[in-house]
């Protein structure tokens, strides 16, 4: 069974109405540090976000509030501008047994920030201190990297490594103002499959990570993103 949570992208035609439609959006926040840790505990946040979303933000960094974000749907997808590190998901989203989450995810101009984004599964608790997720992340510079959360805990499923699956943000078509990256996490029997734009980066142990539960979007502090899907498929 599938179930689409966005209208997936139209090539040329999606490119021109996304950035006709973005030409009116502010450009993303000055620098501050980067790649940070986020070892702090996630927060609720009372914010304007799209209907049936939510959002918990890293504590303790004290930079940024919630009022940085701005977090709209825009066909096809959502535009995030951060604002505050964090995770953004539905209730609904939910993911067990053998599935598929996917989401293409358009990176805008990140200028020397190393800020990563991606997807995460296996979220449990996130209301709370006690949280639990596996995530998923690229960024500018043509790298992915695997992290297991539990807590105020993280435990890298894999480092920051270069792949050439991965495109960097100096690997965009010239002319273009944003690069595209397919990230999906892929739950088969006792394995787990981290793919980018559908070459295999990484499989692991079911095991040792959470992926049953909770999933949705993982942003970094000073990120301007436009996701055109967030997609599920339950079963193999």
Same mark, same amino acid.
């Given at each position: 069974?599938?179930? /689409?949570?966005?209208?997936?992208?139209?090539?040329?035609?999606? =490119? =021109?109405?996304?950035?006709?439609?973005?030409?009116?959006?502010?450009?993303?926040?000055?620098?501050?540090?980067?790649?940070?840790?986020?070892?702090?505990?996630?927060?609720?946040?009372?914010? #304007?976000?799209?209907? @049936?979303?939510?959002?918990?933000? +890293? @504590?303790?960094?004290?930079?940024?509030?919630?009022?940085?974000?701005?977090?709209?749907?825009?066909?096809?997808?959502?535009?995030?501008?951060?604002?505050?590190?964090? %995770?953004?998901?539905?209730?609904?989203?939910? &993911?067990? *047994? +053998?599935?598929?989450?996917?989401?293409?995810?358009?990176?805008? $101009?990140?200028?020397?920030?190393?800020?990563?984004? *991606? %997807?995460?599964?296996?979220?449990?608790?996130?209301?709370?201190?006690?949280?639990?997720?596996?995530?998923?992340?690229?960024?500018?510079?043509?790298?992915?990297? %695997? !992290?297991? !959360?539990?807590?105020?805990?993280?435990?890298?499923?894999?480092?920051?490594?270069?792949?050439? =699956?991965?495109?960097?943000? /100096? $690997?965009?078509?010239?002319?273009?103002?944003?690069?595209?990256?397919?990230?999906? %996490?892929?739950? &088969? @029997?006792?394995?787990?499959?981290?793919?980018? /734009?559908?070459?295999?980066?990484?499989?692991?142990? !079911?095991?040792?990570? #959470?992926? #049953? @539960?909770?999933?949705?979007?993982?942003?970094?502090?000073?990120? /301007?993103?436009?996701?055109?899907?967030?997609?599920?498929?339950?079963?193999?």
């Amino acid at each position: 069974m599938t179930m /689409n949570r966005s209208t997936t992208s139209g090539g040329c035609a999606f =490119a =021109a109405a996304l950035l006709l439609s973005l030409s009116t959006l502010a450009a993303p926040a000055p620098a501050h540090a980067q790649d940070h840790q986020h070892m702090d505990a996630h927060h609720g946040a009372d914010v #304007d976000l799209p209907e @049936g979303w939510m959002a918990h933000f +890293d @504590g303790g960094h004290g930079a940024h509030t919630s009022q940085d974000l701005e977090f709209v749907e825009m066909a096809p997808g959502w535009h995030i501008t951060t604002g505050p590190s964090g %995770i953004f998901y539905k209730h609904d989203f939910r &993911a067990e *047994g +053998d599935f598929t989450v996917e989401s293409e995810i358009h990176l805008f $101009d990140p200028g020397e920030r190393r800020e990563s984004f *991606g %997807i995460f599964v296996g979220g449990r608790a996130l209301h709370g201190e006690d949280q639990r997720y596996t995530y998923f992340l690229v960024r500018r510079t043509g790298e992915f990297m %695997i !992290r297991h !959360r539990e807590g105020e805990e993280l435990h890298n499923v894999m480092g920051w490594t270069e792949h050439d =699956a991965v495109h960097g943000w /100096n $690997d965009r078509a010239e002319g273009e103002m944003s690069v595209p990256n397919v990230l999906s %996490i892929q739950a &088969a @029997g006792d394995e787990v499959v981290f793919s980018v /734009n559908g070459t295999e980066v990484h499989r692991t142990q !079911r095991d040792g990570i #959470d992926v #049953d @539960g909770h999933y949705g979007l993982r942003v970094n502090h000073n990120l /301007n993103l436009h996701i055109s899907r967030l997609d599920l498929v339950q079963g193999s």
